[in-house]
């Protein structure tokens, strides 16, 4: 059994940087020391004493870099990847014209397996350990997905799209075939090993009430599950959503009326919410998960972030790929940080790098395993080189505390500010 000792900066959290002030959040140790042991952190603290106290321990010295939990994006569609960044288009078009046509080719589990190998060294490239992903409607995409992060030694969450109706014949499903397939997948993979299935209804314009029902039948079966979905990302898709579901009180209660609304729900974008929806959505203690790469990327709009993690909602950040524009959860933090400004609040640095970590890892209720620095935590790990390019160098060099040497990482970093990733506590070898 080797015990591997990483030295370096560290930055670990003690509580969450929205409810606390930072420093009463934030642990930082300028040398530092994790000590892994059996794909888990034994040990956290300075160099020095772990060290000492660990003479037999391999050691792996980063020098200055800085080591954190690995990132946690916590929405991305895997069969998005070779259609990333395609131009000009807003939510529905974009659907029809780019994201329908190539999810319909992973029916070929050739082409699944291409995709998903790529998708995983790309977002391992860029820090990101785990990933909650969306497959297409065909189960051999859920399973080279799975089979390529187990054979990473990743934690990964997923479940197959499911969609009846308002898209093109081979892409979908029925209530039955939905229900089964999905179960199938469920008893499959989830807990087997680091993976997590998830029943994934991908929005109610794409799903008849049949299936949402069915859906939610399997969800309550399976509570322990998380459910993933899609709620008021563009103005014009909630006035569809009305006019598809007359008798919704609004969008949330499509899901609501068909056992799709729960605690373990994950809801992507969430950014024009009624009241209604907020206090439902905060009642039942939901997730938000935050896309702001996306959110500008389609023209969809502002997340309220400082309203919503007042107001005590779990909040998740996600790179929404290829919805998204980017694969890095840095890229996503400064995204973040944009819309922040917009909306006229400036996120700390701490709370992106929360949310990217922790904060996701909390949405998808997993923080007591991943997305932080702890003793028994997994131990996914990201190193950064604070200084990566010469722009982030010659700025991060007038640095006078860490978050003004972190946050020109954030604000301009990418896979080249990512030195090393560590998964399960074994350095990954980088493409
Ligand atoms: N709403 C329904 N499907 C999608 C998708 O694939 N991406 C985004 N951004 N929104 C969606
Ligand atoms: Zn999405």
Known sequence: MTKRLILGQTLSFADDPFRVPVDA??????????????????ALGAADTLRTDHPDAELTDHGDALITAGFVDAH??????????????????????????????????????????????LTLSNGTTTACSYATIHPESVDAYFEQAQRRG????????????NAPKGLQDTPASAYDDSKALLKK?????????????????TSTPAQLEALGALW?????????THLSEQTDEIAWVKSLFPEARD????????GLLGANGLYGHAIHLEPRERDRLREV???????????????????DMAGLTAAGHRVGLATDTGGGSSFSMLRTMAAAYELGQLNGSA??????????????????????????LGIGMEADLVVLDLASTPAIAQRAARADDLWEALFPTIMMGDDRAVQSVYVAGDPVRMA
């Open 76 to 121: 991305a569609h895997y069969p998005q990847t070779a259609m990333i960044a395609s131009w000009g288009k807003r939510l529905i078009d974009w659907l029809n014209s780019y994201t329908f046509p190539e999810e319909m080719r992973f029916g070929d589990p050739d082409y699944a397996t291409e995709i998903a190998s790529r998708y995983f060294d």
């Open 25 to 42: 959040a934030v642990r930082h140790e300028r040398r530092g020391a994790v000590l892994v042991e059996d794909g888990r952190i034994a």
């Open 285 to 303: 203690d939901a997730a938000l998960i935050h896309c702001p790469t996306s959110n500008t990327f389609i023209g969809s709009g502002v997340f």
């Open 220 to 228: 309550a079966e399976h509570p322990d599950c998380l459910m993933q």
């Open 154 to 165: 990743l934690r990964a969450l997923a479940g197959k799209t499911c969609m009846d109706r």
């Open 251 to 258: 969008y949330l209660d499509t899901y609501e009326a068909f």
């Open 347 to 372: 996120l700390h640095p701490a709370q992106l790098y929360w949310l990217a970590t922790q904060g996701s890892a909390r949405a998808l209720r997993l923080d007591d395993q991943i997305g932080n």
């Open 189 to 205: 993979w989830h807990g087997t090993g680091r993976m997590g299935y998830v029943i994934t209804p991908r929005f109610s314009p």
